[in-house]
């Protein structure tokens, strides 16, 4: 089974300020077509996850272009450029390239 | 407006059956790969079934194999999952959730004696 392991758990930023969140995978995520599935998720306070990026880097409609996602083979991130309040929430990797597998989740707040 | 509405979930005790329902509306529910995706109280994102768009193929999360059985009636627009045999374990929100990027609110199951 594919682990997916996220860095750091907690995520203190001021607002305005950047932030980065790690996802590293047990296994490649290059999958037999060429493509990696690897996806970023936020979860806000009692709210349903939303997916923001797909296949390492692709936003998904109506995400800010703040958030941006990079990486290949097993190491991934997910970067916003500038957090603001409405970013706080708690971040999942996903790998779909070998079933399913999330990440633990990062949980992101203003300090 | 797309839309996903879970239904079916509730309290119910260590060894019993409930069936999960999930209504699409508002896009072409037929062309989508549908997933059940569930998280326990104060836990993360667990995925637990996947069903292709036509019913061909369906995967399970080893956990629930031989418990869980996840279809769909797409003459009905309708996703559900079959949950037999529940543990404490698969205390949860369940959520359905179409190719990852259309989600519903999701539904409690809550299985205690």
């Known amino acids: 089974d594919v682990v997916m392991t996220q860095s750091p758990l907690s995520l203190p930023v001021t607002l305005g300020q950047p932030a980065s969140i790690s996802c590293r995978s047990s296994?490649?995520?290059?999958?037999?077509?060429?493509?990696?599935?690897l996806s970023w998720f936020q979860q806000r306070p009692g709210q349903s996850p939303r997916r923001l990026i797909y296949?390492?880097?692709s936003r998904d409609s109506g995400v800010p272009d703040r958030f941006s996602g990079s990486g290949s083979g097993t190491d991934f991130t997910l970067e916003i450029s500038r957090v603001e309040a409405e970013d706080v929430g708690i971040y999942y990797c996903?790998?779909?390239?070998?079933?399913?597998?999330f990440g633990q989740g990062t949980k992101l707040e203003i300090k | 407006q797309v839309h996903l509405v879970e239904s079916g979930g509730g309290v119910v005790q260590p060894g019993s059956s409930l069936r999960l329902s999930c209504a699409a509306s508002?896009?072409?529910?037929?062309?989508?790969?549908m997933h059940w995706v569930r998280q326990a109280p104060g836990k993360g994102l667990e995925w637990v079934a996947l069903?292709?768009?036509?019913?061909?193929?369906?995967y399970y999360v080893d956990s629930v194999k031989g418990r869980f059985t996840i279809s769909r009636d797409n003459s009905k627009n309708t996703l559900y999952l079959q949950m037999n045999s529940l543990r404490a374990e698969d205390t949860a929100v369940y959520y359905c959730?179409?190719?990852?990027?259309?989600w519903g609110q999701g539904t409690v199951v809550t299985v205690s004696s």
């Open positions: 296994q490649s995520l290059v999958y037999s077509d060429g493509n990696t599935y």
């Open positions: 996903m790998q779909g390239t070998h079933l399913y597998t």
């Open positions: 069903i292709r768009h036509d019913g061909s193929n369906k």
């Open positions: 508002g896009f072409t529910f037929s062309n989508y790969g």
């Open positions: 296949r390492v880097s």
């Open positions: 959730a179409g190719n990852f990027d259309i």
